[in-house]
């Protein structure tokens, strides 16, 4: 990916291969057809009628993509200052290609540091558009795959496993709920230090349990659902109790925040060891819907993602 070099600069050269893919499409399309019934009546003025509302149906769709993609761009824009250490914005080249511009299907490559929010941000545009679809209004959401790798890496290699992860969020929002139309978008995403080793759900089995069977990762996010603490209001308060501990090295030593990321893959009563007889369990606390202590709740782990993450991650400021 050479001609994607100058998305990044410094010594963070990292890009972020991004995939998103409108949810149940299809479902929302055959609502659609729903509407148009063809029980001895002018088939003719039927078909008239359903190619007309299917054209808007197409063209909501990609407005509110392409809307959301142009708002993506701008508030990358209006970050300009905070990303002139990390990218060449200031030096009029934008971090941002797009690939694929279709419809609901968004393939898009950025920093590698962006890569999240810049996810973060569409989905939430997104969700803000509705359909009206036999009276009702249908909210658009989708789900994001972020694939961040090295500029020099492979580019069909990072696509296949955006796409992997994008496919991964969509099964945790069909196996949450399999039976509802739920307006939810989630994102999933993977740091990839050296060769892809298959499928990101093997990726997962192999590398993010802990020894005593807890998943390290809270990912995918949910993006706009309260109901569940799996969600990225959570892994923004994570990384920001991260931040704070890198911001004043005098309380956390930055060593111990990457010895904890090894502590952690040991297990629940590990890292309550770890924390408590170095005197830092109380920098690391419980999330407001989570109860669990020592950085683990039912079978996960809370601050394992904003861990790997945070030399590779910078939140986008909202405006206002």
Same mark, same amino acid.
């Given at each position: 990916?050479? =001609?994607?070099?100058? &998305?990044?600069?410094?010594n963070?050269? %990292?890009?972020?291969v991004?995939?998103?893919?409108?949810?149940?499409?299809?479902?929302k &399309?055959?609502?659609?057809?729903?509407?148009?019934?063809?029980?001895?009546c002018?088939?003719?003025e039927?078909?008239?009628e %359903? &190619?007309?509302?299917?054209?808007?149906?197409?063209?909501?769709?990609? @407005?509110?993509?392409?809307?959301?993609?142009?708002?993506m761009a701008? =508030?990358?824009? /209006?970050?300009?200052?905070? @990303?002139?250490?990390?990218?060449k914005?200031?030096?009029?080249k934008?971090?941002?290609i797009?690939?694929?511009?279709?419809g609901?299907d968004?393939?898009?490559v950025?920093n590698?540091?962006?890569?999240i929010?810049?996810?973060?941000i569409f989905?939430?545009?997104?969700?803000?558009?509705?359909? $009206?679809?036999?009276?009702?209004t249908?909210k658009l959401?989708?789900?994001?795959?972020?694939?961040?790798?090295?500029?020099?890496?492979?580019?069909?290699?990072? +696509?296949e496993?955006?796409?992997d992860?994008?496919?991964?969020?969509?099964?945790?929002?069909?196996?949450? %709920?399999?039976? #509802?139309?739920?307006?939810?978008?989630?994102?999933?995403?993977?740091i990839?230090?050296?060769?892809?080793?298959?499928?990101?759900?093997?990726?997962?089995?192999d590398?993010y349990?802990?020894?005593?069977?807890?998943?390290?990762?809270m990912?995918?996010?949910?993006?706009n659902?309260? =109901?569940k603490w799996?969600?990225?209001?959570?892994f923004?308060?994570?990384?920001?109790?991260?931040?704070? &501990?890198?911001? $004043?090295?005098k309380?956390?030593?930055?060593?111990?925040?990457k010895?904890?990321?090894?502590?952690?893959?040991?297990?629940?009563?590990? #890292? =309550?060891?770890?924390?408590?007889?170095?005197?830092?369990?109380?920098y690391?606390? /419980?999330?407001?819907?989570?109860?669990g $202590?020592?950085?683990? +709740?039912?079978?996960?782990?809370m601050?394992?993602?904003?861990?790997?993450?945070?030399?590779?991650?910078?939140e986008?400021?909202?405006?206002?």
């Open positions: 990916m050479n =001609e994607f070099r100058e &998305l990044s600069k410094g963070k050269n %990292y890009v972020a991004v995939h998103i893919d409108g949810n149940q499409m299809g479902k &399309l055959n609502k659609l057809k729903d509407e148009f019934k063809y029980e001895d002018d088939y003719k039927i078909n008239k %359903y &190619l007309k509302a299917l054209k808007k149906f197409s063209d909501d769709i990609k @407005l509110a993509f392409e809307s959301s993609f142009k708002h701008e =508030e990358i824009k /209006r970050n300009e200052n905070d @990303l002139a250490q990390y990218t914005i200031k030096e009029d934008f971090p941002l797009p690939i694929i511009i279709a609901d968004i393939t898009y950025t590698g540091m962006i890569g929010e810049s996810a973060r989905l939430e545009h997104l969700n803000s558009f509705g359909m $009206d679809i036999n009276g009702e249908i959401n989708a789900c994001a795959g972020v694939a961040i790798v090295r500029a020099g890496y492979q580019f069909y290699k990072a +696509y496993l955006a796409e992860l994008c496919s991964n969020a969509k099964k945790q929002l069909l196996k949450d %709920y399999e039976n #509802t139309d739920a307006d939810y978008s989630l994102i999933d995403w993977h990839e230090q050296g060769d892809i080793i298959g499928p990101i759900l093997n990726i997962r089995e590398y349990k802990s020894l005593d069977g807890k998943k390290l990762n990912r995918p996010l949910y993006i659902n309260p =109901e799996t969600n990225y209001k959570n923004l308060l994570a990384n920001s109790y991260i931040t704070k &501990l890198q911001i $004043d090295e309380q956390i030593a930055r060593s111990k925040l010895k904890l990321r090894e502590i952690l893959k040991k297990g629940e009563k590990e #890292t =309550e060891f770890y924390l408590l007889s170095n005197q830092i369990s109380n690391f606390p /419980r999330f407001k819907d989570a109860c $202590d020592y950085c683990f +709740y039912d079978d996960r782990c601050y394992y993602d904003s861990i790997e993450a945070m030399d590779l991650f910078i986008l400021q909202k405006e206002g």
